[in-house]
């Protein structure tokens, strides 16, 4: 994915350009992948408790934050699932305030994909990887294909302010 | 987040019981405790988060400079975790809100006094 490039337009659009067929595939699926970010066994890990040694302090916890983080998980999905109706070919534009749902919506992902394949440290040191015989492989092949995008846009974002 | 959860102990303050005019008496010793006593801000590794993720929100969230930023990131990854800031509870727990929106694994704790 070596054409990958992010681009500022101008100073309200951000543009996506070189976008390989296989990590469009991974884009398109977002949907589907983020969806299972409320799932048992996956949505603690997007509402944590702030304490989880103290069992009352962390149902406090969880009962004020958890409306306000849903609230974000499912805006920030929603602008970037509309963004990419605009997907084209290997390019896809968006408004720059954008930016920060894209980030959080593709961090989103990677983190669901973890959490269902109990990714651990020693599997993202993987190379031997085999979409096609396990399942777990292919996860982690998506977790790298959209670390790629989230990385270049973290970049972007740190270059930018 | 309109309100910080969890403070209790702050917003317990003006509940206090006065037992004769002028004098206030505040029935929760722990109240005083937990006011003097710093909480830390504490961040856990996590095998998918991007280094670069990890620094950016530590920038943003604590308004911290690039290098800052990369030496908790760094010790939260060679270390399993890193205290990224202590001080009152009401703003540390704000920031470990701030840190979950952003999916960082983060946690709260009373500093050992």
Not at chain 1, 20 to 29: D, E, G, Y
Not at chain 1, 74 to 86: I, M, P, Q
Request: aromatic letters at 6%.
């Amino acid at each position: 994915m070596t054409g990958l490039r992010i681009t500022a337009v101008d100073e309200k659009t951000i543009e996506i350009t070189g976008i390989a067929p296989v990590l469009s595939h991974c884009i398109f699926q977002l949907p589907e992948i983020l969806r299972r970010r409320e799932s048992p066994g996956i949505r603690d890990r997007f509402y944590q408790a702030a304490q989880p040694e103290d069992a009352k302090v962390s149902a406090e916890w969880r009962e004020i934050s958890t409306p306000e983080l849903h609230h974000l998980y499912a805006s920030a999905e929603e602008t970037v699932l509309r963004d990419l109706t605009g997907l084209a070919e290997d390019t896809v534009r968006f408004p720059a305030v954008h930016l920060p749902a894209w980030l959080t919506a593709l961090n989103q992902a990677r983190l669901v994909l973890g959490e269902l394949h109990r990714v651990t440290e020693a599997d993202m040191e993987r190379i031997d990887l085999d979409p096609g015989a396990a399942a777990k492989d292919g996860a982690l092949l998506q977790i790298h294909l959209l670390g790629v995008l989230l990385q270049l846009l973290v970049d972007h974002a740190q270059a930018t302010g | 987040m309109g309100s910080i959860p969890i403070a209790r102990s702050i917003w317990y303050l003006p509940h206090v019981a006065t037992t004769q005019p002028g004098t206030i008496h505040l029935d929760e010793t722990e109240t005083k405790v937990d006011l003097a006593t710093p909480w830390n801000v504490i961040v856990h590794n996590d095998p998918i988060n991007l280094m670069t993720y990890v620094t950016m929100v530590f920038q943003r969230v604590f308004g911290y400079s690039r290098d800052r930023a990369e030496r908790h990131m760094l010790e939260v990854h060679h270390k399993g975790r890193s205290l990224v800031w202590s001080g009152g509870r009401e703003k540390a727990e704000l920031y470990v809100h701030q840190l979950h929106s952003h999916q960082l694994l983060a946690t709260l704790e009373k500093a050992e006094s």
